[in-house]
């Protein structure tokens, strides 16, 4: 059985589970791909003979030079989209995009209320990154953003800075008590140039991504963060503003309901950044070692990531709320040279044991994980592009996974190069 387009491709934990690798993987066989959601608070790294490409908001599809899009469920930075374009220009990789008028756009002072509200949040702080992702969607959600259609009419940019600035700056100062230098004037100078140079960029992605997909047009759509992060369904508070489930990509690009397959990305262990609970949570030297070997520092924020074990309690909620119909499981080489690997089946609560996530936060934080026990294996797997060829260990742990969560595992990824994979 092939992996079917058209395809959403989401992050079935945490995120950083290596869903930029996974799109870069498939986008060879799409058309176009199109980023449905966050905003560069998400980072992506897709490497291509031993050059790692780092990216936040250009979709991870950019490498095979195919059509791409930014539906109006992304927000933009402009700096960092244009420094993205810049970047790709100039090594002569050509960059065809095209972003929805509805995108909203991050201002300077949603980062510095969201800088404001962590210092006052102190101690509970979610660990925001200081983007100002939240205070955009915040806007949006409250009709008072600036959109792409703004960005680009110098007369409208103009005036809504001049209209929601001043109670941005009354907000800065007085609620948080913080200083802030920015005035319209500044904040407009700086956006017009960017308005300028993305100008050329627009178009109604709602409309040509429906048509195309009337069309049977191979479409590839990438999900930012993981299932545990959205905004409702994840571990809340502390995950990103948006949907990240699959279902998000109907509004976040503008589809009517329809059939679109779906494909979780698994890391073959747990991580994730910043607070929250995490319950397969390693404290310990394996911890440590798998964040060694992962190199699991934050892409965008170079932060350590908590590392810990698989949990299929994760995965099969994550199976339930995107439907997903096929699984990929990435870094299965970072577990080579572990004596034993465990694998969390359950939770125990009070004296219950459940298979998902409680829809409490509370109970949530009160899950103990019950682990299955694997022998691990010795040798370096990363050369393997067989199933066969792997270690009867690893064998083993993928089987497990695979009948305990009832989806086909249809990628294994052995190493972080687009051609280090196990295709089944
Ligand atoms: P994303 O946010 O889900 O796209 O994931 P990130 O790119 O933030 O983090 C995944 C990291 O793991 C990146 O540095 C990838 O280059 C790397 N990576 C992806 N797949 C593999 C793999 O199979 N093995 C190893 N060792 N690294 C991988
Ligand atoms: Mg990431």
């Known amino acids: 059985m092939k992996i079917k387009f058209p395809l959403i491709i989401v992050g079935s934990q945490w995120g950083d589970e290596g869903k930029g690798k996974i799109v870069d993987l498939l986008a060879k066989d799409a058309d176009y791909v199109v980023r449905y959601n966050g905003g560069n608070n998400a980072g992506h790294s897709v490497v291509l003979n031993g050059e790692k490409f780092k990216l936040s908001l250009l979709p991870s599809g950019v490498l095979h030079q195919k059509k791409l899009f930014l539906s109006q469920g992304v927000v933009i930075s402009p700096k960092v989209l244009l420094d993205e374009i810049e970047f790709f220009k100039k090594r002569g990789t050509r960059v065809d995009l095209m972003i929805d008028p509805r995108c909203n756009i991050v201002m300077p002072y949603h980062r510095e209320l969201d800088r404001a509200t962590e210092i006052w949040k102190g101690k509970k702080a979610t660990g925001?990154?200081?983007?100002?992702?939240?205070?955009?969607?915040?806007?949006?959600?409250?009709?008072?953003?600036?959109?792409?259609?703004?960005?680009?009419?110098?007369?409208?940019?103009?005036?809504?800075?001049?209209?929601?600035?001043?109670?941005?700056?009354?907000?800065i100062e007085k609620v948080f008590n913080q200083k802030t230098d920015l005035t319209s004037e500044k904040i407009y100078q700086e956006y017009v140039r960017y308005g300028k140079k993305l100008k050329k960029y627009l178009g109604d992605v709602s409309v040509i991504i429906q048509k195309s997909l009337s069309k049977r047009t191979k479409v590839l759509f990438e999900g930012a963060h993981g299932t545990f992060l959205d905004g409702i369904f994840g571990t809340h508070p502390y995950t990103t503003a948006v949907y990240t489930i699959s279902g998000g990509v109907f509004p976040y690009v503008g589809l009517a309901p329809q059939k679109i397959y779906s494909l979780?990305?698994?890391?073959?262990?747990?991580?994730?950044?910043?607070?929250?609970?995490?319950?397969?949570?390693?404290?310990?030297?394996?911890?440590?070692?798998?964040?060694?070997?992962?190199?699991?520092?934050?892409?965008?924020?170079?932060?350590?990531?908590?590392?810990?074990?698989?949990?299929?309690?994760?995965?099969?909620?994550?199976?339930?709320?995107?439907?997903?119909?096929?699984?990929?499981?990435?870094?299965?080489?970072?577990?080579?040279?572990?004596?034993?690997?465990?694998?969390?089946?359950?939770?125990?609560?009070?004296?219950?044991?459940?298979?998902?996530?409680?829809?409490?936060?509370?109970?949530?934080?009160?899950?103990?994980?019950?682990?299955?026990?694997?022998?691990?294996?010795?040798?370096?797997?990363?050369?393997?592009?067989?199933?066969?060829?792997?270690?009867?260990?690893?064998?083993?742990?993928?089987?497990?996974?695979?009948?305990?969560?009832?989806?086909?595992?249809?990628?294994?990824?052995?190493?972080?190069e687009r051609n280090s994979n196990i295709i089944l």
């Open 128 to 171: 925001s990154l200081h983007l100002g992702i939240g205070y955009c969607y915040e806007d949006k959600n409250n009709r008072s953003g600036i959109r792409f259609e703004d960005l680009i009419d110098t007369q409208a940019l103009k005036e809504k800075i001049e209209t929601f600035f001043p109670l941005k700056k009354l907000q």
């Open 264 to 416: 979780g990305v698994v890391k073959a262990y747990t991580t994730r950044v910043g607070n929250g609970p995490f319950p397969t949570e390693l404290f310990d030297k394996t911890g440590e070692k798998i964040r060694k070997v992962g190199a699991e520092y934050g892409t965008v924020s170079k932060r350590p990531r908590r590392c810990g074990w698989l949990d299929l309690c994760l995965l099969r909620t994550a199976i339930r709320l995107s439907g997903l119909d096929y699984l990929g499981i990435t870094k299965l080489d970072v577990l080579s040279g572990l004596d034993k690997i465990r694998v969390c089946t359950e939770y125990k609560i009070n004296r219950e044991k459940i298979k998902e996530v409680p829809g409490l936060m509370n109970d949530f934080s009160k899950c103990k994980p019950v682990y299955q026990e694997f022998k691990g294996w010795k040798e370096n797997i990363s050369d393997i592009r067989k199933f066969v060829d792997l270690p009867k260990e690893a064998k083993i742990y993928l089987k497990f996974i695979e009948k305990e969560l009832k989806v086909p595992v249809k990628i294994i990824s052995v190493g972080a």
